[in-house]
C-alpha cells in the first residue's frame, strides 16, 4: 500500500496550473520581491569615476556642453507650455485666461516677470 503511495507522488506535478500561486511560494524569505533600484551612492562607487578624464561629463560633473534641442517655451504667469506670447509686453502665455490677466497687469508687474525669466526689457 506504501509503495503505491509513493509512486503516485511521483506522478503528479509539484505545481497545478489552474491552482493560483502563493507569495511564499513564488518569493521564498530572504528574496527581493521586486526591482532592486541602486542609490547614486552605490552606481557612483560602482563605477570608478577616478579613471574617467576630468572633461567627460558623468554623475558627477555637470559641466556638459550646452543642448542642441531648443528651449521649451513655458508661460510665465502658470508654468504651463506656451504656445503663445504677447508683443506688447513680450510675456508667455498659455490660454486666452491668462492672456487677459497679462494684459491687466501694470508695467511694474510686467517687468517683474521678464526679469524672472532673464528678458528684462525697459517697455515704454
Known amino acids: 500500500m506504501e509503495s503505491e503511495v509513493v509512486e503516485a507522488e511521483l506522478v503528479l506535478p509539484t505545481h497545478l496550473s489552474f491552482k493560483k500561486v ?4 513564488k518569493y521564498p524569505k530572504g528574496q527581493s520581491r521586486g526591482r532592486h533600484w541602486k542609490h547614486l551612492k552605490q552606481i557612483l562607487q560602482a563605477e570608478n ?4 578624464p576630468p572633461d567627460e561629463p558623468n554623475y ?15 508661460c510665465d504667469i502658470t508654468g504651463l507650455e506656451a504656445p503663445y506670447h504677447d508683443p506688447r509686453t513680450n510675456l508667455r502665455y498659455a490660454n486666452t485666461e491668462v492672456f487677459k490677466q497679462i494684459r491687466a497687469l501694470p508695467n511694474e508687474y510686467v517687468q517683474r516677470y521678464l526679469a524672472l525669466r532673464n528678458a528684462a526689457v525697459v517697455l515704454k
Open 22 to 25: 502563493q507569495m511564499y511560494e
Open 49 to 52: 569615476l577616478q579613471n574617467y
Open 60 to 74: 558627477v560633473n555637470i559641466e556638459s556642453p550646452p543642448s542642441m534641442h531648443p528651449s521649451m517655451k513655458i
